[in-house]
C-alpha cells in the first residue's frame, strides 16, 4: 500500500512504529541517542518478514513450483528497490552482500587484487570507517601499491588541496571516501573526488552506509563507480547490505566468493561465471533479510528522504546549540549545517565510557568509543568520543534528557 | 544504594582520582603495555623485582574509562610483596572481588586490563605464564 508522502516528519507519530522506543529503562522510556550504530525497526519492516515467511518462503532461484517463485520474486522485487532507491542505472548492477563492510571488501578484494601493484597508489581518507580504510591498507600491501590519505582540518573536513601532493606520489587507481562520517557527521564532496579521481583514470569507492539512511543518494549524480549501504542501518534488518557498481567494471573484475549460484556451467576442468548480478552472490542469500531491506526503502522513502534530512538538521542544530552552552563539553566537526544528524563530543575529564556509562542510569542511548574510526580520533587526539545520533523517530525531549544526564556526569566525575 | 554509587562507589572514584603507584619505574625488570580497543583504555605497566622474584614496586600509567584505571591502581595495592608466580597465577576473581561493583562483559575488560599487561610485563621479566584467554603471545596484548 502506498503511504503518501508526508510534507514535514510528524516524529511523535513516527514513533508509534517502532515498540523498541517503549522499552524502559530505571522506570523511563529509552532514548535512543543510537542510531549511527543501527537504527531501530518499525512494525512495516517486521510484519513483512513475517508475512514473507509465513507465506512465501523457500529458498531462491532453484525450484520450479509456484510457491518457490514467491520466494524468487520477493528476492529480486528488493533488488529493484534497492536499485531505484540509489538511481542506478540497471538493477543488475545491485549486489546483495551481507553488510556494506562485506560490499567494500568485495570491491577491494575482487578489483584491487587485479587492478593495483607497485607504483600505484590507493587513496582514503582521515574520515573513513575501518571498513573502507583497513580492506584498502591491507590490499594496498598486498600488492606493493601505496597507502594515503587525505587529512581533515580541525572542522573535521577534507583538507582537499593535499590531493595534488598525493597524486604526485604515482599512479592514482582507487579513491575511497564515505559520503557522510560515521564519527563526525561531515558530508563529504564526493562529487567532487569522483571528477578528481577520473581525471586520473582512478575509479570513485564510496562508503555510503551513514548517507543513504538520511539523505538522498544518486549514483548517477555523484559521479562513482561504486557504492556501498546497509539495510540496518535505514530501519531494515541487519544480516543484508548492497553494493552497487558501474557495469563494465563488475563484469571485468574476478568473482569474490566462489560456490552455488555465481556459476554457469561446472565441470571437472572448468568453471564459467554466472552473469550479473548473481555472480557475485555464490550461496543462499539472506533472503527475508532482503525483503525486509526492501520494506526498509519503502518506509523510509515515504516518509521522504529530504524530510528526513531536515528533522535530523534540525535536531542536530538544537543539539548543538544546547552542547554549545557547556564549556566543560567540546564538539568535534564541523557546524550543523555541513553535517548529517551525528554529534561526537567529549565532556572535560571524564572518559566517554563512563559518560555513556552515567547517561545509561537515565535511560539515554548513546555511544561511547573510537567509532571504528581510530585514525579520525589519533587526528583528534583523543582516545575515544561519546556520540549522540539521531533518526526519524528522535524527538527534541530526547536531547533535553541527554543534556540533563551531561550535567549528571559533570557534577559526579568532571 | 543508587545505580551510580553501585558502580563508582567511593573508593573506585578515589582510585581514580588519586591512583596510587602512578608513574613508570626507571629501571625496571619488565614492562608492558595494552589497549582495550573497543573503549580506547591504555595501560602500561612497570615492576622491579627483588629476592625471590618479589615485586618490590610496580608503577603504572594509563588513560581510560575510571574503571580501568581505578582498577589498575587497586591492583599495583594487591601485588606488591608478592611473587611474580603468584600473581602469574591470580585469577581475574581475586581483582574483581577487590573491586566489588558489579560489571557488565563490556564493563569487566576495563577492570581486568591493567591484571592482564602486568602478567605480560611479569612474562617479560621472569617467563612467568601467559593468562590462557590471551594465548602464548608474548607481545603486549589487545583485548578484542
Given at each position: 500500500m502506498a503511504v503518501e508522502t508526508?510534507?514535514?516528519?510528524?516524529?511523535?507519530?513516527?514513533r508509534a512504529d517502532f515498540a523498541f522506543l517503549e522499552e524502559l529503562v530505571n522506570g523511563k522510556p529509552v532514548a535512543y541517542l543510537d542510531s549511527a550504530v543501527s537504527t531501530q525497526k518499525p512494525r512495516q519492516v517486521l510484519d513483512t518478514m513475517r508475512d514473507f515467511y509465513e507465506h512465501s518462503y523457500?529458498?531462491?532461484?532453484?525450484?520450479?513450483?509456484?510457491?518457490?517463485?514467491r520466494a524468487t520474486e520477493g528476492f529480486e522485487g528488493a533488488r529493484r528497490k534497492v536499485a531505484a532507491f540509489v538511481n542506478a542505472p540497471s538493477e543488475r548492477e545491485v549486489i546483495f552482500t551481507r553488510s556494506a563492510t562485506e560490499a567494500l571488501n568485495l570491491v577491494a578484494y575482487a578489483w584491487g587484487l587485479d587492478n593495483l601493484g607497485p607504483g600505484d597508489v590507493v587513496v582514503v581518507t582521515e574520515l573513513e570507517h575501518h571498513s573502507n580504510f583497513v580492506p584498502w591498507q591491507?590490499?594496498?600491501?598486498?600488492?606493493?601499491?601505496?597507502?594515503?590519505?587525505?587529512?581533515?582540518?580541525?572542522?573535521?573536513?577534507?583538507?582537499?588541496d593535499a590531493l595534488d601532493r598525493i597524486a604526485a606520489d604515482g599512479n592514482v587507481k582507487v579513491v575511497a571516501n564515505n559520503l557522510v562520517s560515521n564519527s563526525l557527521g561531515t558530508i563529504n564532496p564526493i562529487e567532487q573526488?569522483?571528477?578528481?579521481?577520473?581525471?586520473?583514470?582512478?575509479?570513485?569507492?564510496?562508503?555510503?552506509?551513514?548517507?543513504?539512511?538520511?539523505?538522498?543518494?544518486?549514483?548517477?549524480?555523484?559521479g562513482c563507480d561504486f557504492l556501498a549501504f546497509s539495510s540496518h542501518k535505514l530501519c531494515g534488518p541487519s544480516g543484508v547490505g548492497a553494493l552497487?557498481?558501474?557495469?563494465?567494471?563488475?563484469?571485468?573484475?574476478?568473482?569474490?566468493?566462489?560456490?552455488?549460484?555465481?556459476?554457469?556451467?561446472?565441470?571437472?576442468?572448468?568453471?564459467?561465471?554466472?552473469?550479473?548480478?548473481?555472480?557475485?552472490?555464490?550461496?543462499?542469500?539472506?533472503?527475508?533479510?532482503?525483503?525486509?531491506f526492501g520494506a526498509a526503502i519503502d518506509y523510509i522513502s515515504a516518509i521522504g528522504l529530504d524530510a528526513i534530512e531536515r528533522h535530523e538538521h534540525e535536531l542536530t542544530s538544537y543539539a548543538m546549540s544546547r552542547l554549545a552552552e557547556l564549556d566543560w563539553v567540546t564538539v568535534y566537526g564541523p557546524p550543523a549545517d555541513r553535517r548529517a544528524g551525528i554529534v561526537s563530543f567529549n565532556v572535560e575529564g571524564v572518559h566517554p565510557h563512563d559518560v555513556a556509562q552515567v547517561l545509561d542510569f537515565d535511560g539515554v542511548a548513546v555511544r561511547g568509543g573510537h567509532h571504528c574510526t581510530q585514525p579520525l580520533m589519533t587526528r583528534l587526539g583523543v582516545a575515544a568520543t561519546t556520540r549522540a545520533s539521531f533518526y526519524v523517530y528522535s524527538i527534541p525531549e530526547e536531547v533535553d534528557r541527554l543534556v540533563g544526564g551531561l550535567h549528571k556526569v559533570k557534577a559526579s566525575l568532571g | 544504594m543508587s545505580e551510580f554509587e553501585q558502580l563508582y562507589r567511593e573508593l573506585i572514584l578515589d582510585h581514580y582520582k588519586s591512583p596510587r603507584n602512578?608513574?613508570?619505574?626507571?629501571?625496571?625488570?619488565?614492562?608492558?603495555?595494552?589497549?582495550?580497543?573497543?573503549?580506547?583504555d591504555e595501560v602500561a605497566v612497570s615492576v622491579r623485582?627483588?629476592?625471590?622474584?618479589?615485586?618490590?614496586?610496580?608503577?603504572?600509567?594509563?588513560?581510560?574509562?575510571?574503571?580501568?584505571?581505578?582498577?589498575?591502581?587497586?591492583?599495583?595495592?594487591?601485588?606488591?610483596?608478592?611473587?611474580?608466580?603468584?600473581v602469574a597465577a591470580m585469577p581475574?576473581?581475586?581483582?574483581?572481588?577487590?573491586?566489588?561493583?558489579?560489571?557488565?562483559?563490556?564493563?569487566?575488560?576495563?577492570?581486568?586490563?591493567?591484571?592482564?599487561?602486568?602478567?605480560?610485563?611479569?612474562?617479560?621479566?621472569?617467563?612467568?605464564?601467559?593468562?590462557?584467554?590471551?594465548?602464548t603471545s608474548a607481545g603486549d596484548i589487545t583485548l578484542s
Open positions: 508526508l510534507p514535514a516528519l510528524d516524529a511523535h507519530r513516527l523457500t529458498n531462491v532461484h532453484r525450484s520450479v513450483y509456484r510457491l518457490a517463485e591491507y590490499i594496498a600491501s598486498r600488492t606493493g601499491a601505496s597507502f594515503r590519505h587525505i587529512p581533515i582540518d580541525d572542522a573535521g573536513e577534507l583538507q582537499l573526488l569522483a571528477a578528481w579521481a577520473h581525471e586520473r583514470g582512478a575509479i570513485m569507492v564510496v562508503d555510503a552506509a551513514q548517507a543513504a539512511p538520511h539523505r538522498v543518494v544518486d549514483v548517477q549524480a555523484l552497487w557498481g558501474r557495469r563494465e567494471l563488475l563484469e571485468a573484475m574476478s568473482p569474490f566468493n566462489l560456490g552455488g549460484e555465481m556459476i554457469r556451467s561446472v565441470a571437472l576442468d572448468k568453471t564459467t561465471f554466472n552473469e550479473l548480478p548473481y555472480k557475485f552472490e555464490a550461496g543462499t542469500p539472506a533472503i527475508a533479510e532482503a525483503v525486509g | 602512578h608513574g613508570l619505574l626507571e629501571p625496571h625488570d619488565g614492562f608492558a603495555e595494552g589497549q582495550n580497543p573497543l573503549c580506547g623485582l627483588g629476592d625471590g622474584d618479589v615485586i618490590e614496586d610496580v608503577g603504572f600509567e594509563g588513560r581510560g574509562c575510571a574503571i580501568s584505571q581505578a582498577a589498575t591502581s587497586m591492583l599495583t595495592e594487591i601485588v606488591r610483596g608478592r611473587t611474580a608466580q603468584d581475574k576473581e581475586t581483582l574483581l572481588e577487590e573491586i566489588g561493583i558489579p560489571l557488565t562483559p563490556v564493563r569487566l575488560k576495563c577492570a581486568i586490563l591493567g591484571l592482564g599487561v602486568l602478567k605480560v610485563a611479569l612474562h617479560k621479566a621472569r617467563g612467568t605464564p601467559l593468562p590462557e584467554e590471551w594465548g
